[in-house]
């Protein structure tokens, strides 16, 4: 069984299709690439997983669970989490403050306090900046606090939209090698991504959205070797 399946799945924006009817699994403990340009679904798909937007037609199944047409809240209590684009930290509160929501759905005291030792761990900045007003951090550490938060949840699959955006090279390799990492520690990622080339790079198998329908799938580094993605998405 695959521990998140999406079948069929139609999402619209008032009468415009966004997403025509995609069908794609991804199994516990792979990396899985969602790749495709600008307004190809991307970020639609990942919303409708996550509860946010309403599939009209379709099933998302989690864990064996249908999640149709469960709110975005209970998802998250589920062991799903979502690292939104844009990052979407709270820029008032601190970094700690910011992590420490990331658990709101959790009550044991001491496994809460593991897990932020596991994400000052991996990312020591954080824990530099720990009472700095998140606002005030770089789109870079932003980043890493978005995913810091998520990862607080103790999550089972994260979701992350874009992560690579807005950031410096750097900062794009920083990022990417802690994807590899939470990947390592035994988490599940579903990775969307128009950073094409370093999405196949770390992922096992990735699919192609065009226009909301899903052109091409298959093993990533068979993919990195295709002529027409390398043509329309690794600017070769
Ligand atoms: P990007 O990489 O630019 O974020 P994407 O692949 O994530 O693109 P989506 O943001 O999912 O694409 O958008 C898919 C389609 O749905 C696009 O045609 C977009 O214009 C449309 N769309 C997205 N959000 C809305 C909205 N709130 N209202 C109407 N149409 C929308």
């Known amino acids: 069984m695959a521990m998140l399946e999406v079948k069929d799945l139609e999402v619209y924006y008032g009468m415009i299709q966004a997403i025509k009817g995609i069908s794609f699994e991804v199994n516990q403990g792979e990396v899985i690439a969602l790749i495709g340009a600008n307004g190809a679904g991307k970020t639609t798909t990942l919303q409708t997983i996550t509860g946010m937007l309403q599939a009209k037609k379709g099933h998302i ?3 064996g669970q249908d999640i149709t047409k469960v709110p975005g809240h209970k998802i998250v209590t589920m062991g799903m989490a979502h690292v939104p684009e844009g990052r979407r930290v709270f820029a008032n509160l601190s970094v700690y403050e910011n992590l420490k929501l990331g658990a709101y759905t959790r009550k044991d005291k001491n496994e809460i306090a593991q897990s932020l030792e596991m994400v000052y761990e991996s990312f020591p900045r954080l824990k530099e900046r720990r009472n700095q007003s998140a ?18 949840s103790k999550p089972r ?12 090279p750097i900062f794009v390799d920083e990022i990417f090698k802690i994807i590899q990492q939470v990947s390592a520690a035994g988490t599940t990622v579903l990775l969307v991504e128009q950073n094409a080339k370093k999405a196949l790079a770390i992922a096992d198998r990735a699919y192609v959205l065009e226009t909301g ?24």
């Not at 606002?135 to 607080?152: F, Y």
């Not at 992350?160 to 410096?168: C, Q, T, V």
């Not at 329908?213 to 027409?228: F, P, R, T, W």
């Open 213 to 236: 329908k899903i052109a091409l799938s298959g093993d990533a580094k068979e993919l990195m070797n295709n002529e027409s993605i390398k043509k329309a998405y690794l600017g070769e």
């Open 157 to 168: 699959i994260i979701l992350m939209d874009e992560p690579s955006m807005g950031l410096s």
């Open 135 to 152: 606002g005030t951090l770089s789109g870079g550490e932003q980043q890493m606090l978005a995913m810091g938060r998520a990862l607080m």
């Open 61 to 63: 199944l989690f864990e």
